[in-house]
């Protein structure tokens, strides 16, 4: 599919959900990079969440975090530590509870309407961030078999010098994406239109190659032919 370059992209907004360990925050950094896009990593959000209320200790947690999410500037997120072990094991008992979820719901309604071309990735995304008002061009769903997940979720931690088994690893992303799904606010599903990303069976370029066709689709359905990406 060629375009003549010579008419801008306007907006796009891009959801990508799925499970632990799937790729979809390699494939929302790629297609980011490609298409110029604001990325939000609602995980981080967590993170910070666990990260203030772990640091602080305030005695009102949810007007505490309201305040801190109103002034927080999302770049700066970066400079901090976000994943440390205790950090992470928090975040996950927090992301559960329906009023952080809110907290963290709303920042991201209010960046996906300041920033108009923008993909946003985590687990629910499509289904409650920007499911209306405003609404995704396009969704993806990244799916991993188990064992190919934990595997490289275990290659990712010996990186980082954590000592931990892949029989450990294996269970512990199970767990997670057991309580995502089950979850009772906010649950991990699937949306009807989104796009499957296996990335068990698809490699880095063909993951990209798949998500680009998907986009472009609609890039030309809202543009015409005659569209920029820049």
Not at 25 to 39: D, N, P, T
Not at 120 to 145: M, Q
Not at 186 to 193: E, R, T, V
């Amino acid at each position: 599919m060629k375009f003549k370059k010579n008419k801008k992209i306007i907006s796009i907004r891009i959801a990508l959900d799925g499970y632990s360990a799937s790729g979809k925050s390699l494939g929302a950094k790629l297609i980011s990079k490609k298409y110029k896009l604001f990325l939000l990593n609602s995980g981080l959000l967590y993170r910070y969440a666990a990260y203030l209320l772990l640091k602080y200790k305030p005695k009102k947690k949810i007007s505490f975090l309201k305040k801190k999410f109103q002034q927080l500037n999302y770049q700066s997120l970066n400079k901090l530590n976000l994943h440390a072990q205790e950090i992470s094991n928090y975040s996950a008992i927090i992301a559960k509870q329906k009023k952080v979820r809110l907290i963290s719901k709303s920042f991201q309604k209010k960046f996906a309407k300041k920033f108009k071309k923008i993909a946003i990735e985590g687990r629910d995304i499509s289904t409650k961030i920007l499911n209306k008002n405003p609404c995704y061009d396009v969704a993806f769903f990244f799916k991993c078999n188990l064992d190919v997940a934990a595997k490289r979720r275990w290659k990712d931690l010996k990186t980082s010098k954590k000592e931990v088994s892949l029989q450990e690893v294996k269970k512990s992303l199970k767990k997670r994406n057991e309580l995502d799904v089950k979850r009772r606010f906010s649950p991990l599903i699937q949306s009807k239109d989104s796009i499957v990303i296996r990335t068990d069976i698809l490699n880095k370029r063909e993951m990209v190659q798949k998500m680009s066709k998907e986009i472009e689709k609609k890039l030309l359905l809202k543009y015409g032919r005659n569209f920029k990406r820049k």
